[in-house]
């Protein structure tokens, strides 16, 4: 049978444990508002459509903050995923995965087009090496110009406040 001091000294390791646990876990509030240049470069299929979308714009915990990445929309079910790498100016990055919807206003490429969807952090550097996330997006687009908001939260086990 265990010692009183052995029991103290198990349940002392398990609250510990349990603590960081939930310090690694807590996530905190994250906003990025990207100007983007959305840019066709071929086709991922019938009705299907590959972008390359870049930007710049403000991000919390990363500040300027540059955006690349694939995306693919199915024009004909109105669907888009992608992945997008947001790079701080110290070369911090995250990287999610995203899909969602695409709301075509007109026929034209030109034409006004608005999407949302929901995000999902899948990797990191820096900072965010095991960072863990998510959230919802939105934006619009007309021709080459865009803009997107990213909202949710996530942690980082490197260290964000």
Do not use: K
């Amino acid at each position: 049978m265990p010692s009183t001091v052995h029991r103290i000294t198990i349940v002392v390791v398990a609250l510990s444990l349990m603590g960081l646990r939930a310090a690694a876990t807590d996530r905190v509030p994250f906003r990025a508002l990207i100007d983007t240049q959305p840019m066709m470069v071929g086709f991922c299929g019938p009705g299907c459509l590959q972008l390359e979308i870049s930007g710049t714009g403000q991000a919390t915990h990363l500040g300027r903050t540059e955006v690349a990445g694939p995306s693919q929309v199915n024009v004909a079910l109105g669907q888009q995923t992608g992945t997008s790498t947001l790079t701080a100016a110290n070369g911090d990055t995250i990287v999610i995965a995203f899909a969602g919807t695409v709301d075509f206003q007109g026929p034209n490429p030109t034409d006004p087009v608005s999407f949302q969807g929901e995000w999902q952090v899948i990797a990191g550097t820096g900072r965010f090496e095991a960072a863990e996330g998510a959230g919802t997006y939105s934006g619009t687009s007309v021709g080459a110009v865009g803009n997107l908001l990213l909202s949710g939260s996530v942690n980082s086990p490197g260290g964000i406040d």
